[in-house]
Structures are given as structure tokens and as C-alpha cells.
């Protein structure tokens, strides 16, 4: 009760000012705030940059001073630094990045990149950069390697039989085999949770655990593999120089292409089409779709076998780089196929390539690894001079049989006969990724989910081709025209010669309607021959003959007789139906067949 009474007496009158000391030598106190609720949060508040206009406007903006008009000169003034500020900040929020790769930069033009070791690239990154540097000694090589999508897994396998699949970050060992046979490749499918192995007789599908899983018996001593995520196949070449398709979802084996050109041991995928690379030991680059049964592109690229091919992610698949047994590396515009952009000759004999995200080029021969950047590979240059070259690392162990660049990462495996050798290249790794394709910190739970959506939204095998763009184009109209459509119904016989012709596809571009009043000799180009025509065949086909003996007519004919038009089949449908319907109507009325009794159930039919 004290206590309230005390704090009723510490209210105090408003009109009764408590007596104060010297007031001349202390500042005026502001007045009170109108809003009371604005005012007590104000001072942990703050305005957004695009929002004050005094901040100043970024870069060179437009005065307007040729504007008479006071007013609205201040008014676009004001308008074109408020949309300068705004593309300012939106360059500043934007999460991923837009500026150029981190690339080694030198200081004068005496100095040059690739005389930077990787010791000191390793001392000049960040402490987890550092971490891509690594060596790893094996035996039983030469080894090959194999990333997954989101750039935390590594596979490798080497020739005598040794298989392991580990995350690299963490150093984890999902599993390690000893198969004791001859092995050539390995690849991820949709995940880590399963990989392929080109063994020596078969390829063989194992899970994370080391398990095996399946046996593709269809697939006869395969030398490489690829896997096409958004398509779930598993594509495989080998010496048989058969090229197969294997449906993983659902096992079955979608297209089986014989090359005819022997036995491959060089291929890649495109990633932005999907249509397979390879390369023939007779010097030819062939690239394959699983709905065409015969290559769709075919390009003689070196005099010798290939031995290194790779399409360049960056540019949408544009660059294709190929590299013979001869020495020579060439890069290819995809475009166009007219004659190679760069050309230049390497040392040691043949090369493996591969692009990275950044599109360098990695060219691995002899006993170093040289590195490439844009735009010197993908610009024309008549002479066959080397374009200049970026990194370079020398590896004493031979041969160098794979190269891979980890996805978002600025490193590059390189498979040789001792193990497997990591080295770090500044600019070549894309640093922003997409959680809904490709996720390095992903969970279980997202895994599974990435890989049901995976499923739900896979592409048909069919819908592969070198365009991608037509998927959801429309189809162009028809250029056969006739005068039989919904609207006016005229029957065939009373057509013109030309359109007749037409649909029956005889019609021919130099063919003028000159006999159009010929009605024998129509019908016989039409194939109908009349009951009371008592000539021979040898006439008949004589007359049939008049006028169109010309080469040139007989070859464009030929070219059309295959030709089907939706319009023509539907009119010789509709005129088979009405012969039918003759025919059975002559034999009712010579009485031949009973005429069919009426059914209750005839007035469910459709007419």
C-alpha cells in the first residue's frame, strides 16, 4: 500500500514545472513528436538506398539540358538517376554472380600466367581452395575418374580392376572393389547411390555399398560410357562398334546402333542436346541420336584415329574440341561444321581433352596438362600456331588417359598410370550452382526428392536431336494443296487433272494441265482402267508412256511416289469406302448376298 501510495505521488501536475538549475548553457530540447509510434521507432530504423534521394547517383547520367522546360528537365533528371541508383542496387543484391572468373591476373605484359607453379597458387588461395590439391598414389593403373552433377563425389577405376567411389571433400569411402579384370570406364548415374563399370565382357551397374546390382549382358565389351541425367540412359560404345541405350528407370534397351566404322574408344555427350560424340579410329567424328538409325552428323576430322573428344558447357554446346592420334587438336563450331575455328599441333602424340564450365579447354599429352581460356580456342585463326596458353603443369607419369574438371569447383583430375593428381585452375569452375539440378550440400531428403522429380519430369528418348528448340514449336502447314477439305465436299472425279494427280502423288513440278480433257489417258495415270477398253497392255502403257519420257520427269516421279500427305490418304480412304460400297450393292441387287436384316441396336451406331 506504501508503495502505491508512493507512485501516486510521483505524478505530478502538468502545469507544475520543476524548478531547474542554469538552463542558458543547456541546448533547447526539441518539441515533441506529433506521431508517437513513429517516433519511438525511428531510431532503429532506416530508410532503403533505393528509397533516399540523397545518395548519389552511380555513373554518368543523362542532363537533359537541351530541354527548355524547367520542369521537366528537373523531372527526367530525377527519373534517370532514380534508374540508375536502382540498377546500381539490383547489381548489388543479385545472388549470383554476374562478373567475370577469377582468374590469374599478371602485372605487366612481361610477365605470364603460366609460369605460376601450383605451389604457389596453393599458398595464395583460401585454406579450403588449398584442399583441391591433392595427389593420390595407386597401383593397378592407368586410372580414369568420374564426378558426380553436384561436384562432391569422385569415382575411379583403373585398368587391372580396381574400383572406388569416395566424397573427396571429406575424405568418406562409400565403397572399394577389386573386380580382378580388365576395366576401361566408369560413370555416376543419376546419383552416387549407383555407378556403371565397363568390365571386360560386360557392363555392370553396382549401388553405393559395392553390390552388384545389374548385368547388362546387351552390352558387349564396352569401352566408354556416358549417362544422360534428364533422359535416365545409359549410353555405352565399345569394340563391337555397337553404340546402345540403356533405359535405367526402366531397364529396358531403347535403340541399338551399329556404326559400321569398328571398334570406338572415344566418346562424350553434348549437354545441352544430349546427342552422343564419337570418335573412329579411321579419323571420323560421328554424332548420334537414339531415333535415327544412321549417324546425324558425319565429319571426317583427322587424317588418324581420334583419341580425345569434348564439347564445350559454356557456350551451349557450340565448340566441339577433337584431338588425333597424330598430335593435331582442332576446334570445331558445332554450328555449322565448315572447317575447324583453331587448329594446332601438341606434343607426346595424341591428347585427352575436356572443357570446364568456364570453357578452358584442359589438353592433356605427353607429360604435361596445359590449360586454355576463351576467347583466343574459339576465335577463327587461319595459321596453326598454339593459342596462348594459361596454366601448364608437368606430370612425369605416363600415359595421361583422363582429365576431369570438378563442377563448382576450379579444379582438374587428371588420371595417369601412377593414380590420380588434382591441380587447382583460378577461373575455370562455375561458383554458382542450382539447388533443383545439381546441390553439393544436399541432404538425404533432398536427394530423394531431386530424384523423384527426376523421374516425373524425364524426357523421351525420341525428343532428342541437334535443334532442341523445336520441342513446343508448331509444325509448318502442309505445302499439298487441294480442293477437298471439311467445307466443300467435291468428289474426286470431278477434281482437275493436276489436283488429282497431286494426291495421288504423280504430280510433277514441269507438268503443265495441257491434256486435262484426255479422260481415258487421266484415268489411266489415275490407275483406273475401264471395262470396255479392248486395247492391249503394251498399248496402254504406250500411250501412258506419250510425252513424259524425259529423264528428268521419270526422276522427279520416282522422287515422289513415297511422299505421304494426310489430305491424300484420307481421300483414298473415302474413295476405297465408296468402290466398297458399289461393290456390295452390285452383288445384293444380282442377288448374290442376302441383304442384312435390321438390328434393334443399329440406331446405337454411329453413322
Sequence with gaps: MDSLISKGNAVKPLNKKRKRGNTETRPAKPPPPSDLTAASISRTTSLPKSLRPTSPPPGQIPKHSHVKDIKLRSHLNRQASNAARAKALLRDAELLLTNDAGTIQVENEMERTWRVGQKEIVEDVGQEAAKGRQEWKLDGGPYRSRYTRNGRHLAIVGKTGHVATFDWQTGTI????????????????????????????????????????????AHIEPTRLEFLPYHWLLVSVGNTGHLKY???????????????????????????????????????????????PHPAVQLLAHLGPVVGLSVDPSTGGRYMASSGADGIVKVWDCRNWKGCVREWTTRGGGAELEWSAKGALAVATGGSVNMYTKPSIQTFFAPKVPPPLYLTHPIPHRPLTSVRFCPFQDILTVGHNAGLSSILVPGSGEANFDSAEADPFENKKARREREVKGLLDKIQPDMIALDPDFVGSLAPPPKLTTAVNDKHDIPFARLPRLERLRIEGKAEETEIDADA???????????VVSTNDKRSVGEREKKRMRGRGKSLKRYLRKQRKNVIDPTAVAIRSKLEKQREEKRIAKERAKGEIEPKKPSALDRFRRP
Design 174 to 217: 562409400h565403397t572399394e572393389l577389386q573386380l580382378q579384370e580388365t576395366c576401361r570406364d566408369i560413370t555416376f548415374l543419376q546419383d552416387q547411390s549407383f555407378f556403371a563399370v565397363a568390365q571386360k565382357k560386360y557392363a555392370f551397374i553396382y549401388d553405393r555399398d559395392g553390390v552388384e546390382i545389374h548385368r547388362l549382358k
Design 246 to 292: 540403356q533405359d535405367t528407370s526402366t531397364g529396358s534397351l531403347v535403340a541399338d546402333h551399329r556404326t559400321k566404322l569398328g571398334a570406338c574408344r572415344t566418346m562424350t555427350q553434348n549437354r545441352h542436346n544430349a546427342v552422343i560424340h564419337l570418335g573412329h579410329q579411321n579419323g571420323v567424328v560421328t554424332l548420334w541420336t537414339p531415333n535415327l
Design 517 to 527: 480433257d484426255e479422260v481415258g489417258g487421266a484415268n489411266e495415270e489415275e490407275g
